[in-house]
C-alpha cells in the first residue's frame, strides 16, 4: 500500500546536521512525525512527537534513519531489540546513512525475513537543500517498494532516482562522494598554487565558474567550511565527518568488489586535514 501523510506514521532517527533539516521538510508537508535521536537535548522538527526509546517507533508505518554509519545503523534495526522484528509487517524502512552496498544489502534481506521491506536512499545536497526538501536521492531496491515510499521521499528530495537493487543507493552515493571529494582536493591544491603567486580565492573562483575547471565545490565554496562549523557545534567527531568516515567506506567497498582506487585511498589520508585545516582557517580570518 502507498504511503499517504493522513495514514501514515513515520519514524525519523537521527537529528543531526543533515537529519533534523530532512525530518523538517517532511514535518513540513503534513507527515505524522515521531522523531528519536540518542542526544536528548537536541531540537525536534515543529510539529513532531519526541520519543525517548526507540520501541516507540514500532507502530510506524515507515522508518526514516539518518544515523551516522553501518554500526548505527544495524543497531537500531537488528539483534536483541532491533526494530526489524518490532515493525508491523508490511513497513517501509529508509535508509538515508551512508553505508556499505554490502551492509544494505544484507539488512535489506534481514528486513525481508522479517516482512519488512528496506530500501537503501542515501541522499546528498547539504543542509539547505534538505530543509528545502530538494536532496537528491539514490534509492537501491525493488522498484514496487521505491513506488510506495515515493510519496515520502518526494518530500525529502526532488531528484528521487531509482538506481538499481539493495545496495545501489549505497554504491552510488560513495560514487558521488568519491567524485566530490575529488574535485575539492583539486581546488583546494589549485586555490594554494595560486595564492602562492599571489591570487587571492575569490579571484580564482570567478574565472573557473567561466572555465572548464567549473565544478560544484568551486561554485559552493566555503559549503564544507560551514558543514564543519556545524559538525563543531553539534560535537560529532572528524573520523565520522564524511571527508572521513565517507572515504574509508569508498575503499572498504572498493576493496570488498576487489577494485583498484589509488586516488581514493590517497584521500582517504589527506581530505580530512584539508577540509578541518580551511574550516578553522576561515573562522580565524572571515573574508572582508
Not at 11 to 36: I, S
Not at 155 to 165: C, E, F, L
Not at 258 to 276: F, H, K, N, S
Request: glycine share 12%.
Amino acid at each position: 500500500m502507498t504511503l499517504h501523510r493522513e495514514h501514515t506514521r513515520v519514524g525519523f532517527v537521527g537529528l543531526g546536521n543533515l537529519g533534523l533539516p530532512m525530518a523538517g521538510a517532511l514535518a513540513a508537508d503534513g507527515w505524522q512525525l515521531v522523531a528519536h535521536d540518542v542526544a536528548p537535548e537536541r531540537d525536534i522538527p515543529a510539529g513532531a512527537e519526541r520519543v525517548s526509546d526507540i520501541a516507540e517507533l514500532a507502530a510506524c508505518q515507515a522508518l526514516c534513519l539518518a544515523v551516522p554509519d553501518d554500526a548505527a545503523v544495524a543497531g537500531l534495526l537488528t539483534g536483541e531489540g532491533g526494530l526489524l522484528t518490532q515493525l508491523t509487517p508490511g513497513a517501509v524502512v529508509l535508509v538515508h546513512s551512508t553505508v556499505l552496498p554490502a551492509t544494505a544489502r544484507e539488512l535489506a534481506a534481514e528486513a525481508e525475513r522479517a516482512g519488512v521491506s528496506l530500501l537503501d536512499a542515501p541522499v546528498s545536497g547539504g543542509a539547505e537543500r534538505a530543509a528545502r526538501g530538494e536532496l537528491s536521492v539514490m534509492v537501491g531496491g525493488p522498484a514496487d517498494v521505491l513506488g510506495r515510499a515515493r510519496p515520502l521521499l518526494d518530500s525529502v528530495g526532488n531528484d528521487v532516482r531509482h538506481v538499481g537493487p539493495a545496495g545501489a543507493g549505497a554504491a552510488v552515493k560513495l560514487a558521488n562522494q568519491l567524485m566530490m571529494f575529488a574535485a575539492l582536493a583539486g581546488a583546494h591544491e589549485a586555490l594554494e598554487l595560486a595564492a602562492a603567486h599571489g591570487v587571492a580565492e575569490e579571484a580564482v573562483l570567478a574565472v573557473v565558474a567561466g572555465g572548464t575547471g567549473d565544478s560544484w565545490v568551486a561554485r559552493n565554496w566555503g559549503f564544507f567550511d560551514r558543514v564543519a562549523d556545524a559538525y563543531d557545534a553539534g560535537g560529532t567527531p572528524v573520523r565520522e565527518r564524511p571527508w572521513s568516515k565517507d572515504l574509508w567506506e569508498v575503499t572498504a567497498a572498493a576493496r570488498a568488489a576487489g577494485v583498484r582506487l589509488p586516488l581514493a585511498g590517497l584521500l582517504t589520508q589527506i581530505m580530512a586535514d584539508r577540509v578541518e585545516h580551511h574550516a578553522r582557517a576561515a573562522r580565524e580570518h572571515p573574508p572582508r
